[in-house]
């Protein structure tokens, strides 16, 4: 079941204890589209489904990367995605994002989710061995 955008952005912007809304949608929008990057096939596609429309979207058109990046890289990589960032805010949003983005997967997704991602991300899912 798909999360509605306006739901999926509270919780966003309450665990990332955001001033504004759009600063729980830019933290979004950056984690997505760097995450989105990291999946392939059928996994990235499912995950896309239980996201509200434009998230999912991000998701399926992200950025290219050209190698998984290990968690610190990840974390490294969103904060020169947003601005103003430092790595100890970057880590902050992408918690945030994907805490949340692992209540709307469900276990069993995202276990396949973490298949395809180096070791480490279970923590920035907020799901330490969930591998």
Known sequence: MTVRQEAFLDQVKERGRYDTMGE???????VLALLGAHLVGEVRARLAARLPEGY???????????EPLPPERFVRATAAWIE????????????AVLST??????????K??????????DLLFGRPQLT
């Open 56 to 66: 999912a979207l991000i998701l399926l058109n992200p950025l290219q990367s050209a």
């Open 112 to 121: 396949e989710v973490l298949l395809q991602l180096p070791a480490g991300y």
């Open 101 to 110: 983005v692992a209540d709307a997967a469900g276990d069993d997704l995202l």
């Open 24 to 30: 729980a949608e830019r933290a979004a929008r950056v």
């Open 84 to 95: 103003g960032a430092t790595e100890k805010t970057a880590a902050w949003d992408v918690g």
